[in-house]
């Protein structure tokens, strides 16, 4: 179907009797809300009925990506109570190095996905964070700094070398995350042994082969029931910070009130090299998933059923490389912010598809801009390819029961499936035009979808807006 037709449907007659649907419908007719066309049939999908009756195949496996979640979450406490062990006994040898037991946003992640990525552990250091001066390693670039340790910082001298500019009298001592890596690299070994001869540790419980790599976290394999855990512990230094400024977005869009100041408060630095740190989002981008779980609707669990699909059928053949759990959480972030309306997340299907419009815009434009730092391209420096990426997402898109079901091997088949040229064209819409970043575009989307379903009616006049500088990018298509 032409987009000019799909979105043309969903407008208020008014709007398309002004002109600005492409095709305008008659004066006369009624308000005309697009509901989803009906799912190609094929051999591939022959529970495509079931679906259309009310949508049993999105929640059946969605159920089944639920029933896991208990043993999910046996398997990290199982794991972490060896971890924290371990921990513990590097305290008690340097206390400069802290045990963190509220690692309830470590386990929220791992049961939401699937996948068997890392868990990521960060070690706080028992140091004033705040009295600390942060420098960029290389003057005019932001991204690695240096941590300067003023002389009123006492207790730090053996994890600090010297710096390479002079200031004041004297020359700055820099925090070195390379010696604070070596000291914890060797207080955790010590402390594997130590737990090994007191009989602490089952043979097998436990693999610290990864440890023995010169690497910016200390990997360890631990054994979480009959599911190995791996963790990366990382040293990280805490120091409060200002508010965030979010330019040209609305602080908390679509968030509970106050979830984004308390979830940037602090700065957290965590090594990039032997020689510099670079700050790190990872927590406070938990904790903001945490407070997208309060909101109401389906959220969480599109963001479940979207990472399914991308472990079974978005990856390459091989299985090798494929849209990572941190990427599909940056959708899910920035889907909650350009659809604030509780209207957009009343079940699973429309849900889906909200992230599903933004996962296709970034793949389009090659961009997936990280939520909190939107200057930084996710996608950069990823073996991904993301055309290939944009085919598979796009067809699903088309087809969801063809890719509604669980199997191992090679991922579903997409032959028989074209790529919308309408479709396309919406997304190869300029990156650079802020407009094309915004709710009234991914409407647009959606209508195109055939999934728009929104009856407010100040947001359906601003899509209307919004199609008549469409008009001027895309030539009308009869």
């Known amino acids: 179907m032409p987009w000019g037709d799909a979105v043309a449907r969903s407008l208020p007659p008014q709007l398309s009797a002004a002109g600005v649907s492409l095709r305008p419908a008659p004066a006369a007719s009624p308000p005309s809300i697009p509901r989803r066309r009906a799912p190609t049939r094929s051999r591939w999908s022959c529970a495509a009925p079931a679906m259309a ?25 199982q ?8 921990l513990e006994h590097v305290h008690g040898a340097e206390p400069r190095f802290l045990v963190d037991y509220c690692r309830n946003l470590e386990a929220f992640e791992f049961t939401l996905r699937t996948s068997e990525d890392a868990v990521r552990v960060e070690v706080p250091l028992r140091l004033d964070g705040d009295a600390l001066r942060v420098w960029p390693c290389q003057p005019g670039k932001l991204g690695t700094c240096h941590l300067e340790v003023p002389s009123a910082v006492t207790g730090v001298e053996d994890w600090t070398s010297a710096g390479d500019m002079e200031r004041g009298s004297g020359t700055a001592r820099h925090l070195a995350p390379g010696k604070v890596l070596q000291h914890l690299k060797e207080l955790l ?18 693999s610290a082969e990864n440890l023995k790599e010169d690497a910016i976290e200390l990997s360890l394999l631990i054994r979480g029931g009959w599911k190995t855990v791996r963790f990366d512990i990382v040293p990280v230094v805490r120091r409060q910070q200002k508010p965030l400024r ?28 032997p020689r510099c740190w670079r700050s790190s989002a990872h927590l406070p981008v938990l904790k903001l998933l945490w407070a997208v779980d309060t909101l109401q609707g389906p959220r969480l669990d599109s963001l479940r059923l979207l990472e399914q699909l991308s472990s079974q059928d978005w990856r390459e053949e091989d299985g090798s490389t494929g ?7 940056m959708v899910l972030l920035w889907s909650t912010e350009l659809f604030p309306s509780p209207e957009d ?6 849900s889906v598809y909200r992230l599903l419009v933004v996962l296709l815009r970034c793949l389009a434009t090659r961009r997936l801009p990280h ?9 950069h420096g990823e073996p991904l390819d993301l055309a290939s990426l944009q085919q598979k997402v796009e067809a699903f898109a088309q087809d969801p029961p063809r890719f509604l079901r669980f199997h191992f091997g090679h991922p579903a ?29 991914f409407d647009i989307l959606l209508s195109q979808l055939q999934v728009y379903g929104i009856q407010d009616d100040a947001r359906r006049s601003a899509m209307s807006q919004l199609l008549a500088k469409v008009q001027r990018e895309i030539p009308t298509r009869s």
């Open 371 to 379: 939520f909190l730092r939107p200057g930084e391209n996710l996608f």
């Open 413 to 441: 088949s997409t032959k028989g499936l074209q790529a919308d040229p309408e479709l396309r064209a919406l997304l190869r819409l300029p990156d650079g035009d802020r407009a094309y970043w915004d709710t009234a575009y």
């Open 79 to 86: 794991a972490e109570d060896i971890l924290l062990t371990l």
């Open 189 to 206: 070994v010590s402390a594997i042994v130590h737990c090994q001869r007191r009989f602490l540790l089952q043979p097998g419980d436990l």
């Open 53 to 77: 009756a009310g949508g049993s195949r999105w929640h059946s496996c969605l159920g089944v990506i639920v029933s896991r979640q208990g043993q999910r979450v046996q398997q990290f406490q």
């Open 323 to 329: 849209l990572s759990f941190d990427h599909l959480k």
């Open 246 to 273: 979010l330019q040209g977005r609305q602080r908390d869009r679509g968030f509970p009130e106050g979830s984004l100041q308390k979830a940037t408060a602090e700065a957290h630095f965590i090594p990039a090299s």
């Open 345 to 350: 997340w009343q079940d699973l299907e429309g």
